[in-house]
């Protein structure tokens, strides 16, 4: 976003490793749980197991908040199960993936998506952050009522090849 954030805070992401089960990887990697704040810990510390599965801490991120995204944050909550969406990004050496981002709008996740390359999957919104963030919509939000155009007659368009509108009338 281009917009400085109102609200940021620090959290660090937790994946997930597993062997897997095809012949062209050798793990499948998934982001599985965000820890509230940055923990001390380098990025890539082996949490727990190792050899076919295993947990890291994969680094820090900051969810940060906008006030314009409250209706997209408030979609969220209202959800059976509000979560957070973690973006890895792919890279060249090992470990495979950093963190990109961590947010809370759906929409901005959806958006991390449209490169292809980029790594995304949510996680269960832990309770702390999910208190924040209504705090931040009871504090920012604001509803915007929907106002639907209107059409104005003006010159009939003709249609173009295909049946679809080609522009202006032609003269």
């Given at each position: 976003?281009?917009?400085?954030?109102?609200?940021?805070?620090?959290?660090?992401v937790v994946v997930e490793r597993h062997k897997a089960t095809s012949p062209w990887l050798d793990?499948?990697?998934?982001?599985?749980?965000?820890?509230?704040?940055?923990?001390?810990?380098?990025?890539?510390?082996?949490?727990?197991?190792?050899g076919d599965r295993a947990t890291?801490?994969?680094g820090p991120a900051s969810i940060e908040l906008y006030r314009t995204?409250?209706?997209?944050?408030?979609?969220n909550l209202a959800s059976a199960?509000?979560?957070?969406?973690?973006?890895?990004?792919?890279?060249?050496?090992?470990?495979?993936y950093e963190v990109a981002a961590v947010t809370a709008d759906p929409a901005e996740g959806e958006a991390y998506a449209e490169?292809?390359?980029?790594?995304?999957e949510t996680v269960p919104m832990p309770p702390p952050i999910l208190a924040a963030i209504?705090?931040?919509?009871?504090?920012?939000?604001v509803?915007?009522?929907?106002?639907?155009?209107?059409?104005h007659a003006g010159k009939a368009r003709t249609p173009g090849p295909g049946g679809g509108p080609r522009g202006g009338g032609e003269e």
């Open positions: 976003m281009n917009a400085t954030p109102l609200l940021s805070f620090p959290v660090g793990f499948v990697w998934r982001p599985v749980s965000i820890l509230v704040g940055m923990p001390a810990a380098a990025p890539w510390t082996l949490l727990a197991g190792g890291f801490y994969a995204e409250t209706a997209n944050y408030l979609s199960a509000p979560c957070l969406w973690v973006v890895l990004r792919q890279r060249e050496q090992d470990p495979p490169t292809g390359s980029n790594l995304i209504e705090a931040f919509i009871a504090e920012h939000h509803e915007r009522r929907f106002f639907k155009r209107e059409r």
